[in-house]
T-cell receptor
Framework: QKEVEQNSGPLSVPEGAIASLNCTYS??????FFWYRQYSGKSPELIMF????GDKEDGRFTAQLNKASQYVSLLIRDSQPSDSATYLC????????????FGKGTHLIIQP | EAQVTQNPRYLITVTGKKLTVTCSQN?????MSWYRQDPGLGLRQIYY???????DKGDVPEGYKVSRKEKRNFPLILESPSPNQTSLYFC?????????????FGPGTRLLVL
């Protein structure tokens, strides 16, 4: 059974600070890792994806992957109130045919 | 505009009355998938399709059917809906046949089964 674990939160971060979101996964054969943002009642939207160990930066967002530790994280720099949302970690394992396995999400609150 | 569309967006029905939720994408994507999202359970995959006439079960397929007769459409069928199928449903598509590419989600269909 493939599992993706996230702390449900809420994670409260002051505006302008760095928000750190974490995710662990059980399938060591996992190959592709995604972070989605979801506002309440809306569809998930892709923030970042990462395939290789290390860091990947895109604007205020940095994804970090450590396959040895089966750990992926998302850092949000200079957090804004508009970043308040639920962040979903998703993983594709093996050949990927059975699609994404999602974590249950971390609810992030940016305090003005 | 590249998008995934779903209809209806909101639906209230009664137990046992067959319904279909349509999903269509205009990106020529090979891979399409249906998810349901429930509080405390997150997003769970119902069915997926790697190409026309190729479909397979996800994690929670019981009570659902799908078909993929055309590349752009992937309807979700509830033959005899029950209250435990009350949920928020999302259709998604991606370019790769194995679902390895980025998945794009439709706006969601909120279903209430009485």
């Amino acid at each position: 059974q493939k599992e993706v674990e996230q702390n449900s939160g809420p994670l409260s971060v002051p505006e302008g600070a760095i928000a750190s979101l974490n995710c662990t996964y059980s399938d060591r054969g996992s190959q592709s890792f995604f972070w989605y943002r979801q506002y309440s009642g809306k569809s998930p939207e892709l923030i970042m994806f990462i395939y290789s160990n290390g860091d990947k930066e895109d604007g205020r967002f940095t994804a970090q992957l450590n396959k040895a530790s089966q750990y992926v994280s998302l850092l949000i720099r200079d957090s804004q109130p508009s970043d308040s949302a639920t962040y979903l970690c998703a993983v594709i394992s093996g050949g990927g045919a059975d699609g994404l396995t999602f974590g249950k999400g971390t609810h992030l609150i940016i305090q003005p | 505009e590249a998008q995934v569309t779903q209809n209806p967006r909101y639906l209230i029905t009664v137990t046992g009355k067959k319904l279909t939720v349509t999903c269509s994408q205009n990106m020529n994507h090979e891979y399409m998938s249906w998810y349901r999202q429930d509080p405390g359970l997150g997003l769970r995959q119902i069915y997926y399709s790697m190409n026309v006439e190729v479909t397979d079960k996800g994690d929670v397929p019981e009570g659902y059917k799908v078909s993929r007769k055309e590349k752009r459409n992937f309807p979700l069928i509830l033959e005899s809906p029950s209250p435990n199928q009350t949920s928020l449903y999302f259709c998604a598509s991606s370019a790769g046949t194995g679902g390895q590419e980025t998945q794009y989600f439709g706006p969601g269909t909120r279903l209430l089964v009485l």
